[in-house]
């Protein structure tokens, strides 16, 4: 009986592993990648544009704006554009009329570089065109 000592090298062996993560976690930090002004603004048209066109498959970016549907357009953005992007979306009729009617944005983006993105929707349902106006800027 004395001489069984599994249990005890198992506890020392878990204690081993959970010493190993838990420095491993506070000894790496986060790697940031750092653009210049024009990395930066072709990686915003870039993620704008393909956040843009992936709300359009199927027509239901068309579908949400002729509903009026703000909420649901903001929560969608929110969700596909990356953390520390802030958004401004209008919409525009044919004749370049705001049509929403509330802001559709996340935060302010007065005196940062701003990367604007404009894109043609078409309605399918009633065939309706709106130009739809993204502006994206890092929060810094």
Known sequence: MLGDKRGQIRVLEVFFAVLVVFSALLLTRP???AFDDYGDRDALYSIGLNVLVQL???GELGQLINQRNWTEISSKLSILLPLGVSYNFTVYDEESRIINSSPV???NLN???VVSIQYLIVDRRDFSFYTVRLQLAWMK
């Open 105 to 107: 944005s996340s935060g």
């Open 56 to 58: 359009d498959q199927e």
């Open 31 to 33: 790697i940031y990648v």
């Open 111 to 113: 005196g940062k570089s």
